[in-house]
């Protein structure tokens, strides 16, 4: 599968990863477009932008609640893991789009969550903010100075946290090879990132069972699935 830049690979001293809802599908968590895509069902336009947020808080909260139950039952997966066993050889950084927080419990150690984490909540309002897996009795949730807590997600509209996009490029910059397993590359501005990469000659490789916008940027675009391909790469770096 890797036998083309087996070569590169073992020669690499970093390597950025850039994920996306695919390596978590194989988890049970629904990516967002394609087939059984969540925007197939819903519309973002309603849960998942700030005005949405605000014009109906208990529906947005409802839609992130049962997402939440999802994530917290599901496990990592073989995908997830040769991600974190990587580290044993290499410079692993990895930046995801996802927010269901799988690449920290399978043990990877240096994860920039771009568009933030759904075990976060933060109030709409005053400073507080905290991690919980508790299930919400009463929806919204309020915070202790009594306005509206929300999930700490980025919402279309809103901004990425400033500091870790900044360290995204920085990282996206520094790499030997960059790894874009499990996106569509459809949202900005996180599919810039190959961009970055590939301007300072790190090889690119995908990882996807479809076609997407940058395919044809590739060095290497293998058409399978993360928790197929990842485990082959660490096993090539084991050999
Ligand atoms: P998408 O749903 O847009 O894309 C998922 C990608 O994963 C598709 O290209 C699939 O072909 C691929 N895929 C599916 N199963 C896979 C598997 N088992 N292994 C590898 N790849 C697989 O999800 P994202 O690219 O993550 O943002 O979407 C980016 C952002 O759009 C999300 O963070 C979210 C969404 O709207 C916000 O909510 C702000």
Redesign the pocket.
Known sequence: MFEQIADKLKNAKKIVFVT????S??SGIP????KD?L?RKYD?MKL?TIDSFYEDPKLVWEWYEDRRKNILSAQPNP?HKAIADLEKYKEVVVLT???DGLHQRAGSTNVLEL?GSIIRIKCTVCDFHDETTTIFENLPPLCKCGNILRPD????GEALPQDIWNNAIIHANSCDIMII???????SP?NTLPIYAKQNNAILLE????E?IMSGDMELSIKT???KALPELVSILES
Do not use: C, M
């Not at 997600?153 to 279309?156: A, D, E, H, T």
């Not at 990882?207 to 479809?210: G, K, L, S, V, Y």
């Open positions: 996306g809802a695919g390596i599908q194989e990516t967002f477009r394609g895509g925007w973002p998942a995908g789009q996802n927010i568009h997600v980025v919402w279309f397993a499990g996106t569509s590359l459809a949202v996180a990882i996807n069972p479809d997407t699935t993360s928790a």
